[in-house]
């Protein structure tokens, strides 16, 4: 420790004679530093110890020690900050004094020789015999007991009043006079005084203080006030209880603050739980019905999804609101002039429209004068303000983000006290809460219905027409608070009479994976129409998924990854043959005729945006009038449900059959899914259908030029077994071609199949990996006007690859059917 800075007892700065204010004398006081250096003394350590301050100023105080002090005291009194014993000092004639001392360390800046410590000092007192005439001890606390400022009265053990001090008389409203000999249940009739009697009595029974809180409603006093009560045991000399001293504290501004923080937290518990913007605005309104209004309504802009509207400066005049909640403390609120829903004019008088042109909230005292001149604008309100009473009212801007949304009205007419600027910062903070929950709603609302109309459009608006198979499905968004999916399925025709069948899902809502799944199903649409087989196709699909992620990337400035999971399945109906390959998918379900529900035992595969795994494709054959349920995982599962539980319900629905499959569509959705879902919902069903030999006709082909002739000459023949001779010369045309092209350019075996569905389908089948494609043949070339002739000829055409070669088709309107 550094050399540290000398003060007098009085405080901060150089030694000071010491000096006789208010009485000092009566107490011995002296300062000693940390050197142990007296540096302070008052004239009441002069007159018990009879040193003159010049004579101990500057020594030792060791000098006043009749005998010096152990070290575990000196230890004990540098440890603590306050000590207290008995020490034996020398008077200045030389005998030993006897002196209770308290000692209090003091610290102050920086030490005098600059060192950052800071420094210390001990403040030693010590009573002295008074040198004034003796006070009346007994006269003196029953003065303290009247005047004290806490609400106090004595009891005797029989629990009646001896005294009461002044600041009980003027609480209760009664004089000690008036009450003595009388019990708290006699003074106060409340439930409360009963109790407080029974904690009385346990205080005379055991001798232990007690303690309660009260909320009492005294006589004269319009309000419940708030106490706290300390009930202690008063004793004699021996230690027998004589009787209880009462005291109480007044705590009602303390418990009306405790409750208007309760009622913020309760506003933020309950307002905002959903994204439902006329839900929210109840919220608001039963939150404050009750504890601060009688009546409260909410009223908002008309138009509350026009962000122009709402940022205007000026509003018109009258203001035009829409009621979207009230609620009072009456049932059924008749107070209420406006209908939910409806749109009402409130003049400028009106504390509504005077709130929203200032923009701020305001404390409207009604008055009869103010009724009367409101009545003459609006006078089914004013006679609804008369008939109830309502006597004070509080508007408060509804406003968030900078937008202006509407107001909330708060009313009194059964509360006693008007609105106060208590009452009116509470209204700000829990409409403040409302209105950002408002805006939330508000912009979740339109951002949803966006959403929604850009899903909606990239979904079939229909399902294509087509003889593979019978189809049926649903779509239904998630509920408004977990906000649209990216959840898609589609129908798509292909060629030979097959159709493709595609249930995805992207991960995420909103609008970003609407537009996403919007990228997606285009994709599947373009590569599907390239006929890849299922596996090439999802691996084509991952690729894009990983493209999208990089560009969102790239936009952003961070990772956003884009995930999704998809199922691909074709159909062919001649063949009976179905090839399914997923994506992290659900597996479907299956039920064959005769059967029972399934779940078909696929490859799960990857999720697509992984990137570089590779994707199974699984044939199965289907008997005709097989049930396939493709779904989104909405479907299955939820929240409060196990996924395995929700497959097993829907294994259960398929079983009991249903010859229509919308029938069916909806009982699956009734049985699985709750009124309020929480993710989307993409289900597709599908009833397999078989083209037998009376629309299927095939041939194998000679690789021989002289074999053209005759395959035109079968073609024909079978088109007039079909009833379609008015097709057989435009299809002779194109058999010709197809089969010419295959014997020239292409590689044995060779095949010409005729496929009768809604349009006659021509195909003619080798061995040979290279398509044909067109080209403009010059004036003088003896080919290459083949396929122009086939397309000129045909609604569309095309070629597929296959494991054993490609094919080549063409497909042609039939005006029957």
């Not at 011995?28 to 142990?36: C, E, I, L, M, T």
């Not at 208590?422 to 912009?443: H, K, M, P, V």
């Not at 909405?634 to 319900?649: A, S």
Request: proline letters at 6%.
């Amino acid at each position: 420790m550094g050399a540290m800075t000398r003060s007098g007892f009085t405080g901060d700065g150089p030694a000071a004679p010491a000096t006789q204010v208010n009485g000092g004398s009566a107490t011995a006081r002296a300062v000693v530093d940390a050197f142990g250096v007296v540096t302070g003394w008052s004239e009441g350590a002069r007159r018990l110890v009879g040193w003159e301050a010049s004579e101990v100023m500057g020594r030792s105080a060791a000098v006043l020690l009749a005998e010096g002090l152990t070290g575990s005291a000196l230890r004990s009194i540098v440890a603590t900050r306050r000590w207290n014993g008995t020490v034996n000092l020398r008077h200045r004639d030389g005998h030993p004094i006897a002196v209770g001392l308290l000692v209090h360390r003091r610290e102050h800046g920086p030490s005098a020789d600059g060192g950052a410590g800071r420094s210390r000092e001990w403040l030693i007192v010590a009573p002295t015999a008074p040198s004034r005439p003796e006070i009346d001890e007994e006269s003196l606390l029953g003065w303290s007991m009247l005047h004290s400022p806490c609400t106090m009265a004595l009891y005797d053990t029989g629990l009646q009043l001896l005294r009461a001090n002044a600041d009980m008389e003027r609480v209760l409203g009664l004089s000690e006079a008036e009450m003595r000999g009388l019990r708290v249940s006699e003074i106060v009739l409340d439930p409360e005084s009963e109790r407080t009697e029974r904690l009385m009595r346990k205080v005379v029974e055991t001798g232990e203080q007690q303690h309660l809180r009260a909320a009492l409603q005294l006589a004269g006093d319009r309000h419940v006030s708030a106490w706290s009560v300390s009930l202690a045991p008063v004793r004699d000399a021996g230690g027998t209880v004589r009787g209880v001293l009462l005291s109480a504290h007044n705590r009602t501004e303390e418990h009306l603050a405790r409750q208007r923080l309760a009622l913020v937290a309760e506003a933020g518990v309950r307002i905002g739980t959903t994204l439902d913007l006329t839900l929210t605005a109840q919220e608001l309104a039963d939150v404050a019905v009750g504890q601060l209004a009688d009546f409260v309504t909410v009223d908002l802009l008309p138009d509350i999804d026009d962000d122009q509207e709402l940022r205007a400066e000026a509003l018109p005049s009258p203001v035009l609101l829409r009621r979207v909640a009230n609620q009072s403390v009456l049932p059924g609120c008749p107070e209420a002039v406006v209908a939910l829903g409806a749109v009402a004019a409130y003049p400028d008088p009106s504390p509504a429209a005077e709130c929203l042109a200032s923009g701020e909230a305001r404390i409207h005292r009604v008055t009869p004068a103010g009724v009367a001149k409101w009545a003459s604008e609006a006078p089914d309100r004013a006679e609804r303000m008369r008939r109830f009473g309502f006597h004070s009212v509080l508007a408060v801007p509804m406003s968030a983000r900078g937008i202006t949304l509407g107001v909330a009205t708060f009313s009194r007419h059964r509360h006693p006290d008007p609105f106060e600027e208590d009452d009116l910062l509470l209204c700000q903070e829990i409409t403040a809460r409302a209105a950002l929950s408002i805006d939330n709603a508000r912009r979740y609302s339109r951002e949803r219905a966006t959403a929604l109309t850009l899903q909606s459009s990239l979904l079939p608006q229909r399902l294509p027409r087509q003889l593979a198979v019978e189809v049926a499905s649903r779509y239904l968004p998630a509920s408004a608070q977990s906000g649209v999916g990216g959840d898609w399925f589609d129908v798509i025709p292909l060629s030979g009479a097959r159709v493709a069948l595609v249930v995805g899902d992207v991960v995420g809502h909103g609008i970003q994976a609407s537009a996403a799944m919007g990228r997606l199903r285009t994709a599947v649409r373009t590569l599907a129409d390239v006929d890849l087989p299922p596996d090439e196709l999802l691996t084509h699909l991952d690729d894009l998924v990983n493209r999208l992620s990089a560009e969102a990337d790239d936009l952003s400035g961070s990772t956003a990854d884009i995930g999704a999971t998809c199922l691909y399945a074709v159909y062919d109906p001649v063949s009976r043959c179905c090839c399914i390959a997923r994506a992290g998918h659900p597996a479907p379900a299956l039920i064959v005729p005769g059967g029972t529900p399934q779940l078909l035992d696929l490859p799960a595969g990857p999720p697509l945006g992984l990137g570089g795994l590779p994707f199974e494709c699984t044939e199965i054959e289907l008997p005709e009038g097989s049930l396939l349920a493709l779904y989104t995982d909405g479907l299955v599962e939820d929240r409060g449900r196990d996924i395995d539980e929700g497959v097993e319900t829907l294994l259960n629905v398929l079983a009991r059959g249903n010859p229509s499959l919308e029938n069916a569509c909806d009982t699956v959705l009734d049985a699985l899914l709750p009124d309020r879902p929480s993710d989307d919902v993409a289900l597709l069903l599908a009833r397999t259908h078989a083209l037998d030999s009376a629309h299927v006709a095939a041939w194998d082909v000679a690789p021989e030029p002289s074999a053209v002739a005759e395959t035109r000459s079968i073609a024909s023949r079978q088109l007039r077994e079909w009833g379609l001779e008015e097709a057989s010369f435009v299809t002779e045309l194109v058999v010709s071609e197809l089969v010419t092209n295959a014997i020239r350019y292409g590689e044995p075996p060779i095949e010409l199949r005729l496929i009768l569905d809604r349009s006659l389908i021509c195909e003619v089948s080798d061995a040979s990996n290279t398509s044909p494609h067109l080209r403009r043949a010059r004036d003088y070339d003896e080919g290459g006007r083949g396929l122009l002739l086939v397309a000129q000829l045909s609604r569309s055409w095309g070629a597929r690859h296959t494991y054993r070669g490609k094919t080549i088709w063409a497909e042609q309107s039939l005006s029957q059917g």
